[in-house]
């Protein structure tokens, strides 16, 4: 019954390697997000899809990849971990009304927690 | 564009106390606001939200937030706080590309901490 899904909830590996987190929602909204927690809990975003389509891409290193199958879900890979990497990741949904705006607010995930070591 | 102040990093309160969380915004257009909750550990939570008509917003948990348009400011509050309420709260404004997906822009988090 979980709205939006991460996995996994904790990623320990080492620096350059390449890893996959996956999120999914069952909301049906149309756009998902993720976002970066760091250290002091500030909340950036990244990427968001609607309905399948790139629409927001941060300023974000190229390492950073996230891909949409379908508007349920958007799964983030990263290549060539770094130590700066660590913090934890939120996927989160929202559905915006007719004008853009995010009105109901996003369903976010539990997080992952992603430490390089 | 939107931003977000929260101009407390941390508040400390006792149990039972009243406490009030400050949030500013700045933006020259309409805006829907936010208010969310993280707890240890996990995701975060909507605890209220401002989309229009009345400028007091009654949420979750007992906290209740309120829209001043002319300062800019949607403070939440809280008449009696439990230990459980000890978490990370965020403001947030949402942010419109029309037609090409919104997204909410947050502020920097007050740390509340509750004790006995």
């Known amino acids: 019954d979980t709205a939006v899904s991460q996995t996994p909830k904790y990623l320990v590996t080492q620096m350059g390697n390449d890893k996959s987190i996956k999120c999914e929602q069952n909301?049906?909204?149309?756009?998902m997000y993720w976002y970066k927690q760091d250290s002091k809990k500030f909340l950036k975003i990244m990427f968001s899809?609607?309905?399948?389509?790139?629409?927001i891409n941060e300023t974000v290193p190229n390492r950073f990849s996230p891909k949409s199958p379908d508007k349920a879900h958007l799964n983030l890979h990263i290549n060539s971990l770094e130590l700066g990497d660590s913090a934890v990741y939120f996927c989160?949904?929202?559905?915006?009304?007719?004008?853009?705006?995010?009105?109901?607010?996003?369903?976010f995930g539990s997080g992952t927690r992603l430490t390089v070591v | 564009a939107q931003s977000v102040t929260q101009l407390d990093s941390q508040v400390p309160v006792f149990e039972e106390a009243p406490v009030e969380l400050r949030c500013n915004y700045s933006?020259?257009?309409?805006?829907?606001l936010f208010w969310y909750v993280q707890y240890p550990n996990q995701g975060l939570q909507l605890l209220l939200k401002?989309?229009?008509?009345?400028?007091l917003v009654k949420g979750i948990n007992g906290f209740e937030a309120e829209f001043n348009k002319s300062q800019t400011s949607f403070h939440l509050r809280k008449p009696s706080v439990h230990i459980s309420d000890t978490a990370e709260y965020f403001c947030?404004?949402?942010?419109?590309?029309?037609?090409?997906?919104?997204?909410?822009?947050f502020g920097q988090g007050t740390e509340l901490s509750v004790k006995p």
């Open positions: 989160a949904s929202s559905q915006e009304n007719e004008k853009g705006y995010v009105n109901y607010g996003y369903t």
């Open positions: 909301l049906g909204h149309d756009t």
């Open positions: 899809y609607n309905n399948k389509e790139l629409i």
């Open positions: 933006s020259s257009v309409s805006v829907y």
């Open positions: 401002y989309l229009s008509g009345s400028t």
């Open positions: 947030a404004v949402s942010e419109s590309f029309y037609n090409q997906g919104g997204k909410l822009i």
